[in-house]
């Protein structure tokens, strides 16, 4: 089976941008989570979606969304972009079929915000 | 949400085997516990999971005791690709959290 891909790789934006990146599960996989990853913070969850439906959210303000289609695909939105919101940013999916519901990531995205 | 806890860093030199403990006092009972490695830029690769006992994999074990309140990534004879922050997770896809990570360097 095909990994999880996310596009781009790489993004360099300016303060005030909106940027949207994009996130392809498994094969399979209905939940998807997207999560911030800096050097200050570690690794911060975002929200995660299942069937379409944001599941669970982390604390982050309202300039993050995301989304999630009828094939599973999953988009984030970040708006008005500040320079902290320079981070790698990973999506991991997961089949949420109960019982370990073993969460694999993709590569990232690194979002730079000039 | 089960919080983590594990020693920042580790030292270890080629060929030797490697235990990391992770600390999860609030673990739920439906809660499994996976392990995964990260390398500079890339995302965590999974490495192993547990819910209780020993796990084996072709890469790892893992050793969780009978309270579940901690659990040991046991890495055998490692190399200096070992080199990477490995990571302890506690429960499910929003229901669980990062904790800081163990920066694990094999010299050699």
């Known amino acids: 089976k095909a990994g999880v891909t996310q596009t781009p790789r790489y993004l360099i934006k300016t303060r005030g941008q909106q940027v949207t990146l994009s996130c392809s599960p498994i094969s399979g996989h209905r939940s998807v989570s997207w999560y911030q990853q800096t050097p200050g913070q570690g690794l911060q969850f975002l929200f995660e979606y299942f069937s379409e439906t944001q599941r669970n959210k982390g604390n982050f303000p309202g300039r993050f969304s995301g989304r999630q289609f009828s094939n599973s695909r999953s988009e984030m939105n970040v708006s008005t972009l500040e320079l902290g919101d320079s981070a790698l940013y990973l999506c991991?999916?997961?089949?949420?079929?109960?019982?370990?519901?073993?969460?694999?990531f993709g590569p990232g995205t690194r979002l730079t915000v000039l | 949400l089960a919080k983590t806890t594990q020693p920042i860093s580790m030292d270890s030199y080629e060929g030797q085997e490697v235990n990391i403990t992770c600390s999860h006092n609030?673990?739920?009972?439906?809660?499994?516990i996976t392990w995964y490695q990260q390398f500079p830029s890339q995302g965590p690769r999974f490495i192993i999971q547990g819910y209780k006992t020993k796990v084996t994999n072709e890469v790892a074990s893992l050793f969780i005791p009978a309270d579940r309140k901690s659990s040991t990534l046991s890495l055998p004879r490692v190399s200096l690709s070992d080199t990477a922050v490995y990571y302890c997770l506690v429960g499910f896809a929003g229901k669980s959290t990062f904790g800081d990570g163990t920066t694990l360097t094999v010299k050699p």
């Open positions: 991991a999916s997961s089949s949420s079929n109960g019982g370990s519901d073993t969460q694999y």
């Open positions: 609030n673990i739920a009972t439906n809660d499994y």
